[in-house]
């Protein structure tokens, strides 16, 4: 099962609910594919333009190394240097923190990722894991 623009749209949708339902600061929020590529983003009025980055950051290290944003931080943290080799490697395109959810289909197979930026990294992953769950999706945080 393929995450769709149906999908990718039901776990921004959500999200932005949960934020607002938290009383969270303006989310945005990134839905990518298998291969890292764009399905859909959103970035709520008043949030910083720069979000996009910090989002996208999220869920690429998420789904390219197969891994999710707590667990990149537990990484970064034991092993500075592998992060920042891999840094390298993705052009400094990984944000390894909270916040990057990686997204399995009902076999355990990696289908996405979703990245969602604005408030703490912990209430980002939060928000985020109630669009996933929306969407019918098992997400890691």
């Excluded at 594919?33 to 979000?51: M, Q």
Aim: proline fraction near 3%.
């Amino acid at each position: 099962m393929a995450v769709n623009l149906r999908k990718a749209r039901t776990i921004i949708r959500k999200t932005l609910e949960k934020g607002r339902e938290m009383e969270l600061r303006p989310l945005s929020v990134v839905v990518l594919d298998a291969g890292g590529h764009v399905i859909a983003f959103e970035r709520e009025d008043g949030a910083a333009p720069g979000r996009f980055a910090i989002a996208h950051g999220k869920a690429y290290g998420s789904v390219m190394l197969g891994m999710a944003g707590t667990a990149q931080m537990q990484r970064a943290e034991a092993q500075a240097y592998f992060m920042a080799a891999v840094n390298g490697v993705y052009g400094g395109q990984v944000v390894p923190v909270p916040g990057g959810i990686l997204l399995r289909d009902r076999k355990g197979e990696v289908v996405g990722a979703v990245g969602v930026t604005g408030d703490t990294s912990d209430n980002d992953a939060t928000a985020g894991m109630t669009g996933v769950e929306a969407a019918g999706l098992t997400g890691e945080i």
